[in-house]
């Protein structure tokens, strides 16, 4: 018997001693406190769990610092005319911190190579302005939750849950302009100082039929691969059947080595996600009840996405309530040895923890960077 029918019915108020003016007051307060906890179970993870220590926070050599200005100055001889109305948003995508260190990771520090990987992926934004999807062109997409960003793992990494079984949609362009969406959203989550993130592939309750083709899954690692280099922290694989084996084995010649390096098969997640942040579906206490528009809206406001995919007044460089800090000093130390850790103390830097649409209760945490790594060129 439900609690609204035993708040109203009059057996029930005169048993308890309400008046019919009393039991109505009573049910407009349990109705508040049912919104209230339905808001909690969906109200999504914008920062990770408090004391994370971000990690790798990289520290690069004078000579490799040469290179990554180097890579700069290519990458800004190739820029839209300022009058052109992109312009401003590729400018944006290079003046990130992260940009030609991450091209010149790829490119192994060869600058020729860095030069051809970073020129391509100009091109490639100049076409698909992935800065610049509206929501409401990719939002059909996400109406089954078969990709959700929501938690951080425990090296302040977001997680990207992806569940072939909730396919909703034929296959078209929109599909990868909707994972593309997700990526820019990831990005827009990362603490600072973290440059990668986590995908998790679920396949239970896949079918050959909700499973997408080897044409569609090459197209999405020619993206992650070409188009956001280094921004693949761990690819994780759960409940894969049987069935779909073959699949994995047709897109293994689209796999480059960093990325097959980075993938794994049914790990326990628990080592790798901490309990709070990690749903409850996979082992987590993170009970986290999917409602579709209510999702939608707290990743659209906290992100700052305006109705036309440009950025509401004051988002422009991101989340407001993500402090964007700058990352520990990236000066070689002279008294380091390449190769090896630098001595250089641990940054810090204090992130207010909520959740889009509804402050989590947590104390404000420090979110840490680690010891920066000094990596040698090569």
């Known amino acids: 018997m439900s609690?609204?029918?035993?708040?109203?019915?009059?057996?029930?108020?005169?048993?308890?001693?309400?008046?019919?003016?009393?039991?109505?007051?009573?049910?407009?307060?349990f109705l508040s406190l049912s919104s209230q906890f339905h808001t909690m179970v969906n109200a999504i993870f914008?920062?990770?769990?408090?004391?994370?220590?971000?990690?790798?926070?990289?520290?690069?050599?004078?000579?490799?610092?040469?290179?990554?200005?180097?890579?700069?100055?290519?990458?800004?001889?190739?820029?839209?005319?300022?009058?052109?109305?992109?312009?401003?948003?590729?400018?944006?995508?290079?003046?990130?911190?992260?940009?030609?260190?991450?091209?010149?990771?790829?490119?192994?520090?060869?600058?020729?190579?860095?030069?051809?990987?970073?020129?391509?992926?100009?091109?490639?934004r100049r076409e698909f302005q992935p800065e610049l999807i509206r929501p409401d062109e990719v939002k059909i997409e996400a109406e089954t939750g078969k990709i959700l960003l929501n938690g951080f793992d425990k090296d302040g990494r977001p997680i990207i849950y992806m569940r072939p079984g909730r396919e909703n949609t034929e296959t078209s362009p929109r599909q990868l302009r909707h994972l593309v969406w997700w990526l820019e959203r990831a990005k827009d989550l990362m603490p600072p100082g973290q440059e990668s993130l986590v995908i998790i592939v679920d396949y239970k309750s896949t079918t050959l039929r909700t499973n997408p083709s080897i044409s569609v899954a090459s197209k999405v690692l020619t993206i992650l691969q070409q188009h956001y280099v280094e921004t693949l922290g761990r690819a994780i694989v759960t409940n894969l059947p049987m069935l779909l084996n073959f699949f994995y084995k047709g897109i293994s010649p689209f796999l480059d080595p960093?990325?097959?390096?980075?993938?794994?098969?049914?790990?326990?997640?628990?080592?790798?996600?901490?309990?709070?942040?990690?749903?409850?579906?996979?082992?987590?206490?993170?009970?986290?009840?999917?409602?579709?528009?209510?999702?939608?809206?707290?990743?659209?406001?906290?992100?700052?996405?305006?109705?036309?995919?440009?950025?509401?007044?004051?988002?422009?460089?991101?989340?407001?309530?993500?402090?964007?800090?700058?990352?520990?000093?990236?000066?070689?130390?002279?008294?380091?040895?390449?190769?090896?850790?630098?001595?250089?103390?641990?940054?810090?830097?204090?992130?207010?923890?909520?959740?889009?649409?509804?402050?989590?209760?947590?104390?404000?945490?420090?979110?840490?960077?680690?010891?920066?790594?000094l990596i040698e060129a090569s």
């Open 3 to 29: 609690a609204p029918y035993l708040l109203l019915n009059p057996p029930y108020t005169r048993l308890c001693g309400y008046t019919r003016g009393k039991a109505a007051t009573v049910f407009v307060q």
């Open 46 to 124: 914008t920062t990770p769990e408090p004391g994370t220590v971000v990690k790798p926070i990289y520290q690069y050599s004078e000579e490799q610092q040469t290179h990554i200005k180097a890579l700069r100055e290519y990458a800004d001889s190739l820029l839209l005319d300022p009058l052109d109305p992109y312009h401003k948003w590729e400018l944006r995508w290079l003046n990130k911190l992260d940009t030609m260190p991450r091209y010149m990771r790829a490119a192994k520090w060869k600058l020729p190579d860095a030069k051809r990987r970073i020129e391509e992926t100009i091109k490639w």
């Open 258 to 373: 960093v990325t097959r390096d980075k993938m794994r098969f049914n790990p326990d997640l628990l080592d790798l996600i901490p309990k709070s942040q990690l749903d409850s579906d996979f082992g987590g206490d993170f009970d986290f009840e999917f409602d579709h528009e209510t999702y939608w809206k707290q990743i659209v406001e906290f992100c700052g996405i305006a109705e036309d995919g440009t950025r509401l007044e004051g988002y422009f460089d991101g989340p407001k309530n993500i402090q964007h800090a700058e990352r520990p000093s990236q000066q070689s130390d002279a008294d380091t040895e390449p190769g090896t850790a630098s001595p250089t103390s641990t940054s810090s830097t204090t992130v207010s923890v909520t959740s889009a649409g509804e402050t989590k209760a947590l104390a404000s945490p420090e979110v840490t960077l680690a010891t920066p790594e």
